[in-house]
């Protein structure tokens, strides 16, 4: 039977309870135990699909199409393990799957409640679709005392009685503050916290400490005696200089081992720190940098590219050097300025987006880099701005644009009406926004002797995919003839996947997402590639 580990979190929101549990995963799996991450959100949209990225970041894609929060990133990236559409739920889809079935009678005329239907439903999903799982992490979006996460919190505590409390373990994430002001650290919001979670009936087993500053011993003592935990299980965690210290660090605490410990279990094997410290290394002490410039429309938010900038890092790191990132705003983009602003990058990076705000930026700075030699990668949206801006430029064809945000003119990308996979059926309309893209992973198939296949050594490619728009493949041959080349396509050959310039030393747009499937301990091969062209630019 699987033992569960539950991830709540107090004082403030984003304090990297994802990471926190991203970094456990990777311990125990390297103590030789399989692990499981999950993410239960408390807002009531169904997924994070439709919502703007300066609201809740990046929308992450799971390789069967899940639209789920952005932490599944970091369990992906961290522990290695693929995520599923099981791994992340909301209150909306509780209560959609709730309210459906009450539609359908199948609650006997009983009153439907949030407890027990509501907080059953969870419970369903904590433990469904779980199999030789040692460990199944469950994170707890929001924090305690927010009215939203009230179902999660009483359902996880109905959940540790279910399966005893010797098969759960309860981890609470809080800051500890310095206050520069009076030179104090404060443990007082972490006891309120702890107050908070024990008056709705759970007491934590574990508490992680997130502070500036290292916590001196006294503090924690007083924190353990308060909050009713041991000692050994008050774990501090110092702000680090990267998020690739973090597995290291709670390595250094014994956060695994006190784990294991309250499951009265053993090390299978050594855990190997290795790798991170390697890529620790790389990242904070390289002194060889190079310049990428992103030009986005949620530039503002950091969290918006959050997969993007890891995937970048990791190029970085594969090619031994820093990428610094230069974030422009693409909506604020001027002609004039663009010379200026790019003068000191040696890439160009247009990621995904929706929508027409800032294309004309975009497309101005796709033809920079092309004109100048400039290493550029296009993902999804920057794929299909490339194809644009070469249609007009090079094709002539001076009204070509998207159907997205343009009803005139020549619609070189158009609406996907209808695609199938596995017997599945998505519509996309005017009406209904949600779950209406192509979504999660597809193959593409890369043309002989193109750069494309040199990058991915392989003739077939599996690549997630979260748009609504395709390349129309009708102007592939009026394309091709000046040299813009379709060098990945759908089995079919009927969606263009991936497009590069003949004469460029390096420029490729794609319609998926590669940077979903980028990991630190092994990069992605499009940016390892992109970063080496980058490298070789200056």
Not at 314 to 337: A, M
Not at 428 to 454: E, Q
């Amino acid at each position: 039977m699987a033992r569960y580990i539950f991830v709540t979190g107090g004082v403030v929101s984003s304090l990297g309870k994802g990471l926190s549990s991203a970094s456990l995963a990777y311990l125990l799996q390297s103590r030789g135990y399989k692990v499981r991450l999950r993410k239960l959100d408390p807002y009531l949209n169904v997924d994070p699909g439709t919502m703007s990225p300066f609201q809740h970041g990046e929308v992450f894609v799971t390789d069967d199409g899940a639209e789920t929060d952005l932490d599944l990133g970091h369990y992906e990236r961290f522990s290695g393990v693929t995520a599923k559409k099981t791994d992340n739920i909301t209150t909306g889809k509780i209560y959609s799957d709730v309210l459906k079935k009450e539609r359908k009678g199948q609650y006997l005329g009983k009153t439907v409640q949030v407890i027990p239907h509501i907080t059953d439903r969870i419970k369903e999903f904590i433990k469904h679709d779980t199999s030789k799982e040692d460990f199944v992490i469950c994170e707890i979006g929001g924090i305690v005392g927010d009215i939203e996460s009230l179902p999660f919190v009483e359902a996880i505590r109905q959940f540790s009685n279910d399966i005893g409390k010797k098969n759960a373990l309860f981890i609470h994430l809080t800051l500890v503050p310095y206050l520069k002001a009076s030179d104090e650290i404060k443990t007082k919001p972490t006891q309120h916290s702890v107050k908070e979670l024990r008056s709705i009936g759970i007491q934590p087993d574990i508490i992680i400490c997130r502070s500036e500053r290292p916590i001196p011993l006294d503090h924690r003592k007083k924190i353990s005696l308060f909050c009713n935990v041991d000692i050994k299980n008050v774990i501090e965690t110092v702000d680090v200089k990267t998020i690739y210290e973090a597995p290291i660090s709670f390595f250094n605490q014994k956060l695994d081992i006190q784990v294991l410990n309250y499951f009265k279990l053993k090390s299978k094997k050594p855990a190997n720190l290795n790798p991170w410290k390697k890529i620790t290394k790389i990242t904070l002490n390289t002194k060889r940098h190079v310049n990428i410039a992103i030009i986005g429309k949620y530039v503002e938010l950091k969290d918006a590219y959050k997969s993007l900038d890891e995937a970048l890092t990791h190029g970085g790191i594969s090619n031994n050097l820093k990428v610094n990132l230069v974030r422009i705003d693409s909506e604020k983009l001027k002609v004039s300025e663009i010379k200026n602003k790019l003068k000191n990058v040696s890439g160009i990076l247009i990621p995904g987006g929706f929508g027409k705000r800032g294309t004309e930026g975009k497309i101005e700075a796709i033809r920079y880099a092309r004109k100048n030699k400039i290493p550029f990668l296009g993902i999804c949206y920057g794929m299909q701005m490339a194809i644009i801006e070469f249609a007009r430029n090079q094709l002539k064809i001076k009204k070509a644009t998207s159907s997205e945000f343009d009803k005139v003119g020549v619609h070189i990308i158009g609406l996907m009406h209808e695609w199938e996979k596995s017997g599945r059926k998505v519509k996309g309309t005017d009406k209904d926004l949600g779950g209406t893209m192509r979504l999660g992973s597809y193959d593409a198939i890369l043309k002989d002797k193109s750069k494309i296949r040199d990058v991915y050594k392989s003739r077939l490619i599996k690549e997630r995919h979260r748009h609504r728009y395709e390349v129309d493949i009708s102007y592939k041959e009026k394309f091709e003839k000046k040299g813009l080349i379709f060098s990945g396509l759908s089995p079919d050959h009927k969606l263009p996947e991936i497009i590069e310039l003949k004469n460029h030393p390096w420029f490729i747009g794609v319609q998926f997402h590669p940077e979903f499937k980028s990991r630190p301990l092994n990069p992605h091969p499009l940016f390892s590639s992109f970063i080496k062209a980058a490298k070789n630019h200056r």
